[in-house]
């Protein structure tokens, strides 16, 4: 298997292109020896966060998995309820703790919402401390990147946002490179929406270099510079996700996938009301 490449951040610190993700792995168990089996398949980032409610179960596999902490990069996120100043510095150190780590490599905001400013400050202290090595945030659509941007003293080094071959977000992905914000892609298939995994052009394409429609929109993001973090839970397809590195596709290839965008989610609205109350109304602890 060919090596994952990395992008260095604005600050320096190096990430991996390709990570695994753990959202919606809730059974300790399982997420554990998902996340076992991911290291051991090569996967070197790994990306939880405080309301996917398994960090613990990371620490764990992080613990038992025996390649040296350095080599790994962990992310985690910071919750709505806990967007303010003291509630990010109490949020750091639960995070920590729960993963069983002395610093986390890459600490997000997950949402645009609450007191993130005060949060964000909290964030940018821990960062000063060396407890955090990268900052940065989730979700943010370019307005809201922007005012961070000009607002905080610590540029964000990573915008985690959706990005898939059905949303491409290049005016995002533009401003991110204004302000030497690295993309990082949820939800790289779509969630499976648009038949993505059997979409006849991506398929049509796969067929060329021996790969599948999956790796295909894989290989597409990276190609753009943007950081894919794909979950399963079955080591054979954990396998094939991380085979995108021995091939590369066409300008031709960009070309014919960029027709695909339909310049909206059809996943989540950020800008709808009654999904920022549900946000706002996600306890993760009392």
């Not at 168990?29 to 790994?46: F, M, P, S, T, W």
């Not at 960090?55 to 303010?84: H, M, N």
């Not at 964000?156 to 993309?183: I, R, T």
Request: net charge negative; hydrophobic share 40%.
């Amino acid at each position: 298997m060919n090596k994952i490449e990395t992008v260095k951040l604005n600050n320096g610190v190096e990430m991996p292109l390709e990570g695994f993700g753990v959202f919606q792995v809730p059974d300790p168990a399982v997420c554990e020896q998902a996340v076992l089996d991911a290291i051991e398949c090569g996967y070197r980032l790994i990306d939880t966060a405080a309301a996917y409610m398994n960090e613990e179960a990371v620490g764990k596999a992080i613990a038992k998995c025996g390649v040296p902490r350095e080599e790994l990069f962990i992310t985690t996120k910071l919750w709505v309820q806990d967007a303010s100043y003291e509630g990010a510095k109490a949020a750091i150190e639960t995070s920590l703790q729960k993963l069983g780590l002395s610093y986390i490599d890459l600490y997000l905001l997950h949402q645009p919402m609450g007191d993130y400013i005060g949060a964000y400050r909290a964030m940018e202290e821990a960062y000063k401390a060396g407890k955090l090595k990268a900052i940065g945030v989730c979700n943010f659509y370019p307005n809201r990147l922007a005012d961070l941007c000009e607002t905080v003293e610590v540029k964000p080094a990573v915008n985690q946002v959706e990005l898939h071959p059905f949303f491409q977000q290049e005016g995002a992905l533009s401003l991110m490179k204004e302000y030497v914000v690295h993309p990082e892609a949820w939800g790289p298939f779509a969630e499976g929406n648009h038949g993505i995994f059997t979409h006849p052009v991506l398929t049509k394409i796969g067929q060329k270099y021996g790969k599948s429609a999956a790796q295909v929109a894989l290989r597409w993001n990276v190609q753009r510079g943007v950081t894919v973090i794909p979950k399963s839970v079955h080591k054979e397809r954990m396998e094939q996700n991380l085979a995108i590195w021995d091939f590369a596709l066409s300008d031709e290839d960009m070309a014919e996938i960029a027709k695909l965008d339909i310049g909206h989610s059809e996943i989540v609205d950020h800008s709808d009301p009654k999904f920022v109350q549900t946000l706002h109304q996600m306890k993760i602890h009392e």
